[in-house]
C-alpha cells in the first residue's frame, strides 16, 4: 500500500519557516563589465596564449577557415553565459593537441587574456580558476561593443 505525502499547505508554518532557511543563498552575480580578472593575469595569459594558443588560433586571435577566431564572433558564441561554460570548455578541449593538460590557474589566466583581448576591463581581483567559481560571473559580450 502506498502512503500519500500531504500537501505543502498542510505542512506546519514551522516545518516551512525552517525548510526556507535551509535553502542556500542565490548566487551573487558579477559580469565581464566589472573587471574580473587584473591586468597581471591577462600579461601572464598573453604569455601562455602566444606559447599554446596563437598556433592554431593565430597570433592576433584572428582564427582561419577551419579554427575560429577568439575575437568578434566569439563574444557572440559565449556571451551572456556564465564564464564557467567557456573555462570547462578550455579545460577539457583545449589546447587541441593535448586538451586538459594546462592547469586550472592557466587556462584562468587565458581566459583573462581573451576577455582583456575583446575589450572587457581588468579590475583589481584575479579571474578565479575554480568552475564553480566562475559560474557567478557572466560574459557580458555588450560591454565590448561600447
Not at 580578472?37 to 593565430?58: P, R
Not at 559565449?78 to 589546447?95: N, Q
Not at 580558476?129 to 560591454?143: G, N, Q, R, V, Y
Request: charged share 15%; proline share 8%; net charge positive.
Amino acid at each position: 500500500m502506498m502512503r500519500r505525502l500531504a500537501p505543502i499547505a498542510a505542512l506546519s508554518p514551522v516545518l516551512l519557516v525552517a525548510l526556507a532557511l535551509a535553502a542556500p543563498a542565490p548566487v551573487q552575480s558579477a559580469s565581464t563589465t566589472q573587471g574580473v580578472y587584473t591586468e597581471a593575469q591577462a600579461a601572464a595569459g598573453a604569455e601562455l596564449y602566444g606559447a599554446v594558443c596563437a598556433t592554431c588560433h593565430g597570433k592576433m586571435l584572428e582564427g582561419t577557415y577551419e579554427i575560429p577566431a577568439l575575437r568578434g564572433r566569439f563574444m557572440g558564441n559565449w556571451g551572456r553565459a556564465p564564464i564557467s561554460s567557456l573555462f570547462d570548455y578550455v579545460s577539457t578541449a583545449m589546447p587541441q593537441m593535448a586538451p586538459g593538460s594546462l592547469s586550472a590557474e592557466d587556462n584562468a589566466k587565458i581566459i583573462a587574456f581573451l576577455l582583456k583581448s575583446n575589450g572587457m576591463p581588468a579590475g583589481t581581483k584575479a579571474l578565479p580558476a575554480s568552475a564553480e567559481a566562475l559560474k557567478a560571473i557572466s560574459f557580458d559580450p555588450a560591454a565590448a561593443a561600447k
